[in-house]
């Protein structure tokens, strides 16, 4: 029964299935032939399996009209260029240790994101966790005097040679030292994100750096281009070039303009005459050498005018010269800021009450009052203190106390252990001299905290 009824039902159906069948046949042979002939006029080249990956669609090498959506478009040229411009810019950002204006910059790329800037946003994070909080309690400060550009010049023979020879540094010396530092593990740091006042007293700021790496901070003392060095191989002042950056002027002539006021007149501007700007330089090479931009301190007196301009001997000179001294010194000051610089009160006087600590009271206000009247109104307000001639006080010592309640909560002598505390309300950062007389008679404090001087000393230098 069962046989039979299957019997006939198959051979009930079997014409149409073989028409059907065929009819199957003939549309699978055209789809064949028309695919062949496609495939042949296709100028791509059939991918062979072996040039894809397994699992890799082959949507995009098929000649078959597509349902998938299509590839997304490739970028114009124009678009690929504002990209890696931003790509370059969250670069230097994130090099130069600015790591949330990195993030922001990639987080809002709107058109331009893509897997590359997702790649990099994910390093800047990644490198921004990374940081440890500095431990160990050793901090570092170096310092400079303005440097000897012209060593035939500084190192000449005639009285002042020695005190070169001991407290300056050449050109060619703080260059070399620049890589050593780096090499090191240091990285410029800003003294004034090192602390800061809570509640009226004063505590140390937590530091964040990669591992490893070590906060210094750099200061230059007495950079006023006094008229004693105006011949001597150094720099006459500083300037500002159009797009901002700090200049050194060398070369020129010589002014006499009476009571041992001497300035020059012309000159070119340079950009190694000084730290300002061979530091500026090396950072925008080596930007992983400064913590967000940090440079270091310019530490100016105030009787001989600042960075070159002697704007506290005013009545020397006519009037369209003091206007155009003031307008140089304030922008001057301004570009220092903005590149990174702080700027620091050395006295006024720098008189040897200073150094004997025979100062009076009355001296004190004096000195410290016409700084603050004469000086910081052009070079802007500061709380950094770099003592003349290094020379510390008790904490208690009134004249001390008198620095600390005019502001200055930030305190700097000379000490190669380069100690750093706070106590009440200010801070004190010990430094250390690295010039001439440090590195030929004292190399070990060098070598104890930074690198062995001796290599890269100057043989200009006198015997
Ligand atoms: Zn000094």
Redesign the pocket.
């Known amino acids: 029964m069962a046989k039979g009824k299957y019997a006939r039902h198959s051979s009930g159906v079997k014409l149409p299935v073989i028409l059907i069948m065929v009819v199957v046949a003939i549309i699978a042979v055209i789809f064949a032939v028309t695919a062949l002939v496609r495939s042949l006029h296709n100028e791509e080249p059939m991918p062979s399996i072996s040039d894809k990956l397994p699992g890799q669609s082959q949507q995009q090498q098929s000649s078959q009209p597509s349902q998938e959506p299509a590839a997304p478009p490739v970028d114009d040229a124009a678009t690929q260029a504002r990209r890696q411009e931003l790509l370059d810019q969250a670069e230097r950002l994130m090099q130069g240790y600015y790591y949330d204006d990195a993030i922001e910059l990639l987080q809002n790329a709107g058109e331009l994101t893509d897997t590359s800037t997702a790649a990099l946003l994910q390093d800047v994070r990644k490198a921004k966790e990374s940081l440890v909080k500095y431990e160990g309690g050793q901090y570092y400060h170096i310092f400079f ?1 303005s440097l000897v550009a012209d060593t035939a010049k500084a190192f000449d023979g005639d009285r002042e040679e020695d005190g070169y020879d001991d407290f300056m540094t050449t050109v060619s010396e703080f260059k070399a030292m620049l890589p050593l530092l780096q090499e090191a593990g240091f990285i410029l740091y800003d003294i004034t994100d090192m602390m800061e006042i809570v509640d009226g007293k004063a505590v140390m700021k937590d530091i964040y750096l990669p591992a490893g790496k070590k906060p210094l901070v750099l200061s230059i ?2 950079v006023n281009y006094y008229t004693y060095m105006l011949d001597d191989g150094f720099a006459s002042r500083l300037d500002v070039d159009a797009d901002g950056n700090i200049v050194t002027i060398m070369g020129g002539t010589i002014i006499d303009h009476g009571e041992g006021v001497s300035t020059v007149e012309g000159g070119e501007p340079t950009y190694d005459g000084d730290v300002m700007p061979i530091l500026d330089a090396y950072v925008k090479e080596h930007p992983e050498f400064s913590w967000q931009g940090a440079k270091g301190i310019v ?1 100016i ?1 105030g009787y001989a005018g600042a960075f070159g301009y002697r704007i506290t001997d005013l009545h020397l000179f006519d009037e369209q010269t003091q206007q155009w001294m003031l307008d140089k010194t304030t922008q001057v000051a301004q570009a220092l800021r903005s590149n990174g610089w702080q700027i620091a009160c ?2 006024y006087t ?1 008189n040897q009450y200073w150094n004997k600590k025979t100062i009076t009271m009355k001296e004190e206000e004096y000195d410290i009052g016409r700084w603050l009247g004469e000086i910081a109104p052009y070079v802007g307000d500061t709380n950094i203190f ?1 003592s ?3 020379v510390s006080f008790d904490g208690d010592d009134q004249r001390f106390r008198y620095l600390v309640d005019h502001g200055f909560n930030i305190y700097c002598p000379v000490d190669s252990y380069q100690p750093c505390y706070v106590r009440d309300d200010y801070m004190i950062q010990g430094r250390i001299n690295l010039d001439g007389l440090t590195m030929k008679n004292y190399p070990e404090r060098v070598i104890r905290h930074f690198f062995d001087p001796t290599p890269i000393i100057d043989p200009a230098r006198p015997e």
Request: proline share 8%.
């Open positions: 005097h003392d007495d530490a007196t050395h006295s720098h770099i003349p001639f290094g």
